[in-house]
């Protein structure tokens, strides 16, 4: 099997980012290795042996994304016998006179602390995951007027993996509230520490049998669990959002991203982090 | 000011990430703005609208970082008065060459639930954030047979969001658990929990000027934020770091992105999650 390599002087996340874009493209089954934090010629060398062995294992040319910012560490990488593919080096000109600004290359510049110089912007993203967890599944309600968004759903609708993501990727204080078998499903109302903050609520549901599975993993043969309880929480919840007019999505399909994502470009929320 | 467009068919998430990484190289103040899930012409003529119109307020070119599938939609984009690039186009010829197989882009699959193919995956990696969640702060002990890792340090170094990070984006059971005052810091063992797993532990520090800030923030004026008192706890865990031979790093100057990826390279965690 071909072996793919993201290699960096610094964490590597963009390349793997844009390897990732890439590879998407094709129906290939591939092996990932990462090599992150190569800032040494010795550490080069030694990616570069560990890319050439690859070669030799396989038979396949391994195929490398990498995005250095020191030359002599790129090419002891370029050298190798690996198919390498460069981004920056390819857009650093025609970006440069677009912007009518000469580059200058720091590394760990991309992902570091000091986000566009200012290290205030990381800090708040670090205070919206205590936000989020200090307001996970209903707890601290009296949090709610800092809230950026308050997500709301029946148990395991993914509400809490969606709001770690939106505050750890994007810096905003997510809160989420649980829809339980307390709260009258018969007759299912907006909870009332919700109907103060209407306007941050965020809906989501999934389909029933999708729903039903993640919850037999949990408590196989429940009641909790069953096929008919999933399909009636989530027909009472819809309902609800529906008639309180509250914006919701189904995220069966979806991964946190996408739906944090979906999120983001329905509620015109102002992301803290790019 | 420019403004800088990232708009995709998709989340925008690679347009981000190839964008953030090629402005990173230039010192210059701009606008964000990112335009996801663009995918029927009428969005991407509202979108094309918008390009225009930043134009016409701010006097300077946007630049557009796009990621689109459709060349439908992506026409429409490029016909705008916005300067834009397009690295999947540009890469998309030679890695086919390499790869010796045609492009079969599928719009929304690189952060899509079916990562690689395998649903597995994604489940897996909301299963390691429930596992970081339930295994915050030195809760479920007893779980730590399952822990891929266990974060270890003194209160507020960096260990819960640094855990969510590796779980969310890795898919790595990473655990964490506090040192407290409870734990004799004069005379500091490594807690009796911990002793097991050992071999999975990995300390997180702090200097001690950071960390005098960090804990001011919670409790202004306490011992437990005073310089001396986090001079004397950073110093008495690093001991015990050396002396039971856990790797550990100074987390100051690094994000939490950066973070985890050190941790990653310095101990061959398996990512889940690519």
């Known amino acids: 099997m071909r072996t793919i390599f993201y290699i960096s002087d610094g964490t590597a996340l963009t390349a793997e980012a844009f390897g990732r874009a890439m590879l998407s493209m094709f129906p290939s089954q591939v092996e990932h290795k990462t090599l992150a934090f190569i800032d040494s010629i010795t550490k080069a060398e030694q990616a570069a042996k560990k890319i050439n062995a690859a070669y030799e294992e396989s038979?396949?040319?391994?195929?490398?994304?990498?995005?250095?910012?020191?030359?002599?560490?790129?090419?002891?990488?370029t050298a190798t016998k690996g198919a390498d593919?460069?981004?920056?080096?390819?857009?650093?000109?025609?970006?440069?006179?677009?912007?009518?600004?000469?580059?200058?290359?720091?590394?760990?510049?991309?992902?570091?602390?000091?986000?566009?110089?200012?290290?205030?912007?990381?800090?708040?993203?670090?205070?919206?995951?205590?936000?989020s967890l200090a307001n996970d599944d209903g707890s601290n309600i009296s949090d709610y007027d800092q809230a950026d968004i308050i997500l709301l759903g029946v148990s395991r609708t993914g509400k809490t993996p969606t709001s770690l993501y939106l505050a750890l990727h994007y810096g905003i204080k997510a809160a989420n509230y649980p829809l339980t078998e307390d709260d009258d499903m018969e007759?299912?109302?907006l909870?009332?520490?919700?109907?103060?903050?209407?306007?941050?609520?965020?809906?989501?549901?999934?389909?029933?049998?999708?729903?039903?599975?993640?919850?037999?993993?949990?408590?196989?043969?429940?009641?909790?669990?069953?096929?008919?309880?999933?399909?009636?929480?989530l027909q009472e919840v819809e309902k609800m959002y529906r008639r309180e007019a509250?914006?919701?999505?189904?995220?069966?399909?979806?991964?946190?991203?996408?739906?944090?994502?979906?999120?983001?470009?329905?509620?015109?929320?102002?992301?803290?982090?790019?």
Request: charged share 30%; net charge neutral.
């Open 85 to 131: 593919f460069d981004f920056l080096d390819y857009f650093i000109e025609p970006l440069s006179a677009e912007l009518n600004m000469e580059a200058k290359p720091i590394t760990h510049r991309t992902h570091s602390i000091q986000e566009n110089g200012v290290r205030d912007s990381y800090d708040s993203r670090i205070e919206a995951v205590n936000y």
């Open 59 to 77: 038979g396949e040319r391994p195929v490398i994304f990498h995005t250095f910012v020191s030359q002599d560490l790129k090419n002891v990488i």
């Open 191 to 233: 909870p009332k520490p919700l109907k103060l903050h209407r306007h941050k609520i965020f809906g989501l549901t999934l389909e029933a049998q999708r729903l039903h599975e993640i919850r037999s993993k949990r408590r196989d043969g429940s009641r909790y669990a069953s096929m008919q309880q999933c399909r009636f929480e």
């Open 246 to 274: 509250i914006p919701f999505l189904d995220s069966t399909r979806f991964s946190v991203e996408e739906i944090a994502a979906k999120i983001l470009a329905e509620t015109n929320l102002e992301r803290h982090h790019y």
């Open 187 to 189: 007759n299912l109302q």
